[in-house]
């Protein structure tokens, strides 16, 4: 309901409720409900002058009426529109009549590709007396069944009864003769409605409910009209609209109980499916073999996550999996009205997560139970203790220390790429790419250090000192994806794979020189600048910028650039948050 607080019915669907102000009101006037069925005489005639399009009655009339003057009345008016629409009603009662009401092909329907399971549940059907029938447009069937929980939630748009097709209330404004079934939608008029294996539609509701008007209201305003007074509820605002008229007092027993509303009338539950299928917005079930396989993969990748190494990053980071399964649950159900079935996904989530979390607990104590026991008669103490825990620092320095900025570049998805792409494809793309990029960045006077597989790490400032070395860094980096994106235009066109890739900037103080052993010496950087920059280069897979620069850069070229912040950020290695930002253009 949250999510659809600004969900809005379609306006051409309206209710006209027999409401308990006006069962007060009438009461007085024309005796107890059921009242005369003259008394809707004037609200056709008024719904005909306004040009409503179609009239529905979620009301039965299924009896003979005592006064004959009023039947007429009735019967006289609707013989003047061809727009009216009586509903019938099946039950699971054994009927004492079981002869076949006389107009049921009034509420026949032919479906292609129907495939009727099993027989029908429904033995009894209850139709307008003759005369109404008769007269009628249609005769949908308003047969409708609550969940196991009492609530109603679905809606059938069709119902088997003996060896007939007969139509529910929410299909009849989209009868057609070519209405076709391709397995759970129905094609008709233009429409896809989406129903369940069981022929029902399942109901997107709308939290401020459907546009309602007091029979009561309707009627004083028809009596103003013919007195030649300006009405409560002018005509013309039901122009060209489906009309329901239905009862929602609450003596009349027609309310029922939804997810949105504990006492809703049965006629807002029919209007609220109408509007469903005018704006295509019925809902979906996730099919069977989606869950199936978000409980397989979450039952399997999970365990595989955790237990693949003892941290509690990870422990923290696996709990992102129902975040991003209530995200995507979220996401489905508010742009493509689908819900997804994850109760059991999350059950299933936690259940491994805690088992894996626990054998990671146990299996750590007997490792280290046995790394004491191996090396305790070899190692100190520390030693013994940095062991256990699995903690290693090897960091050489070498060089002088300066101030330099440093960019990282990588390809994204690049081992996919490897795998699904063809090996001549991939190394023809990588010279392609890196040629493209060194000359960038020599072109704005930096210095490449090396390549890591398909990442590109170089500095500026060294080893020759530059002005706006963070500046240039930044061009450098904008250029980059400007010359991808000519690139990627020109694989495109010559059918071959493209490629997107992200790129981290920081400025600081860094070790530099000729680092290596004394045969393969290489010039380059090592510190924790170095670490950060490769840190945030990361975090473009986690945002929409694909060049994000750290607050250090960002201080030395704010002057010269627009800069937007992205956000504060933890990275390995840092206590702090890292502020980061994206650059925008000149300033």
Known sequence: VHLRNDAIPDKSVKLILIDDASVNHLSEIIGRYPWPRGIYAPILDFLAQGGAKEIYFDILFTEEEESLASHLEFLNEIKKHSNINFAGLLTKDYPVDASQPKFLSKSKIDIKNFRQNGESKYQTIYHPIVP???????IPMVTIEPDADGRYREIPLYITFQDHLL????????LSDDMEKDKNVILTKGKKIPINDHGKLIINWYPKGIQKFSFSGILSSWQSLKQGKPPIVSPNIFKNSIVIIGASAVGLH??????????????????????????????????????YLIILLIISLCPYYVLRKTSIKRYLGALLVPILLSGIMIVSFSYFNTILIIGTALTGFFLSYIAAI??????????KQKVKQNFSMYVSPKILKELSQNYKTIQPELGKEKEVTILFSDIRNFTSLTETSPVNQIISLLNEYFDAMIEIIQEYDGTVDKFIGDAVMAFWNAPVECENHSLLAVKAAMRMQERLVELNEQWQKEDRITITTGIGINTGNCIIGNIGSRRRVNYTLIGDSVNATARLEALCKQYPDNILISQSTYDQIKDQLNCEFIDNVHVKGKKEALSIYAPRGTS
């Open 254 to 291: 027609d309310l029922k109980s939804t997810p949105i509303h504990s006492h809703l009338p049965g006629p807002e539950i029919q209007a609220t499916a109408i509007s469903n299928i005018i704006q295509n917005s019925g809902l979906n079930l996730s099919p069977d073999w989606f869950n």
């Open 167 to 174: 139509f529910n209330f929410p299909l009849g404004p989209f």
């Open 358 to 367: 626990g054998y990671n607990s146990f299996s750590e104590y007997l490792e």
């Open 132 to 138: 109404i029938a008769e007269y009628a447009q249609r």
